[in-house]
C-alpha cells in the first residue's frame, strides 16, 4: 500500500513521516518519530497506556491512525516536562511514589493533564473518573489521585 506524507505539530514542533494507511497514531509516534514515551498495553483501547492528545482532545493513539493526524496538534508524555523542568503531575508522582514499573504511568500523566486542563479542581471522584480507562496493575490507585490532587493544588497556588 502506497504511504502517505504526514505533515502535524507533536508536543510544539512540526513533524513529517510517511505511514501507511492502515498504521496506528501510537505505531507512528514510536516507528517514525522516536517517541518511545507512550506506550502499546492492550492495542484495542482498552487499557490507556497509548493515551496522548489530539487536538486537545484525550485518545488513545492504538485506535487513531496516524494518518489523522494531518494537520493536527499531537501532545505526549515527551511534551509534558517543559524547559528541563518536570510538570507538577509528573514531580507530585514522584513524591507519592505513584508508580511502580512504570508502564502505565505515561499515558496516566497524559490523561490527568488532560482533566487538570479542562478542570483544575477535581473532586476525588471526578479524577477517578476520568482516569478510570487508564488500567494500572502494580498500584493501587490511591497514590495516584493523591499525586493528581496535590499537582492540582500546586498548579492553582493552593499549596
Known sequence: ???VHVTTTVNGDPVEFLADPRETLLDCLRNHLDLTGTKEGCGTGDCGACSVTLDGT???SCLVLGVEAEGKKVETIEGM??????HPLQR???EHAALQCGFCTPGILVAAKSLLEQNPDPSESEIRFWLAGNLCRCTGYDKIV??????AA???GAA
Open 81 to 86: 516536562a517543559s524547559e528541563g523542568e518536570l
Open 1 to 3: 500500500m502506497k504511504k
Open 154 to 156: 500546586e498548579m492553582r
Open 146 to 151: 493523591r499525586a493528581v490532587q496535590d499537582a
Open 58 to 60: 484525550l485518545v488513545c
Open 92 to 94: 507530585q508522582f514522584i
